[in-house]
């Protein structure tokens, strides 16, 4: 597959935490487009775990020496920081049909606002297809292992918080 070289893509998100679904999005979005901007959102409707400076920094250890992916924290409107960067297309992960109904309001909506900007779905990877930071967040609080599910970055920092009451 021939890389577009020219276009940059911006992958959203609240990563909280990034997990290894997301880096598998992000890898073979990079395939596909010249750049890819990891937008990390600062502005997480539900409580966050860890706070943006956290998430970025993860998302940085993670990615660390991967030519042509940035990671970086936005508030406000993705769409409008999309254009703000002059990316061409906005990449988001589809797993199972709960997030279809969404994410195709989302896209409708994003493509009012800004019709030159395409939304670019990339389905996940079957062994990723049940992950999610939501998961993450429960298995960790009851104090299971999600090892292999997630970058080392992000196995750090879970290990160093508080341990569970038995
Ligand atoms: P949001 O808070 O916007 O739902 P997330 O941080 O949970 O975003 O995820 C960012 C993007 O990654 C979304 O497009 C989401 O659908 C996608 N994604 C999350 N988990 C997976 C997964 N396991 N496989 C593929 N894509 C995923």
């Given at each position: 597959?021939?890389?577009?070289?020219?276009?940059?893509?911006?992958?959203p998100?609240?990563?909280?935490p990034?997990?290894?679904?997301?880096?598998?999005?992000?890898?073979?979005?990079?395939?596909v487009?010249?750049?890819?901007?990891?937008?990390?959102?600062?502005?997480?409707?539900?409580?966050?775990?860890?706070?943006?400076?956290?998430?970025?920094?993860?998302?940085?250890?993670?990615?660390?020496?991967?030519?042509g992916?940035?990671?970086?924290?936005?508030?406000?409107?993705?769409?409008?920081?999309?254009a703000?960067?002059?990316?061409?297309?906005?990449?988001?992960?589809?797993?199972?049909?709960?997030?279809?109904?969404?994410?195709?309001?989302?896209?409708?909506?994003?493509?009012?606002?800004?019709?030159?900007?395409?939304?670019?779905?990339?389905?996940?990877?079957?062994?990723?297809?049940?992950?999610?930071?939501?998961?993450?967040?429960?298995?960790?609080?009851?104090?299971?292992?999600?090892?292999?599910?997630?970058?080392?970055?992000?196995?750090?920092?879970?290990?160093r918080?508080?341990?569970?009451r038995?």
């Amino acid at each position: 597959m021939k890389r577009s070289e020219g276009v940059t893509a911006l992958y959203p998100g609240s990563f909280d935490p990034v997990h290894n679904g997301h880096l598998d999005i992000i890898v073979r979005a990079r395939r596909v487009f010249g750049r890819v901007v990891v937008a990390v959102a600062t502005n997480v409707g539900k409580q966050a775990m860890f706070s943006t400076e956290d998430r970025v920094e993860m998302l940085r250890a993670a990615m660390a020496g991967q030519e042509g992916i940035d990671v970086q924290a936005f508030e406000g409107l993705t769409v409008e920081f999309a254009a703000s960067i002059g990316a061409g297309v906005i990449v988001r992960g589809l797993r199972a049909n709960e997030d279809f109904e969404f994410e195709l309001k989302m896209a409708a909506m994003n493509k009012r606002l800004h019709p030159e900007i395409e939304t670019v779905f990339m389905m996940t990877s079957p062994e990723y297809a049940y992950l999610s930071s939501t998961l993450i967040r429960e298995v960790t609080g009851f104090g299971g292992s999600v090892a292999g599910l997630i970058p080392a970055a992000v196995e750090a920092r879970l290990a160093r918080l508080p341990k569970p009451r038995p």
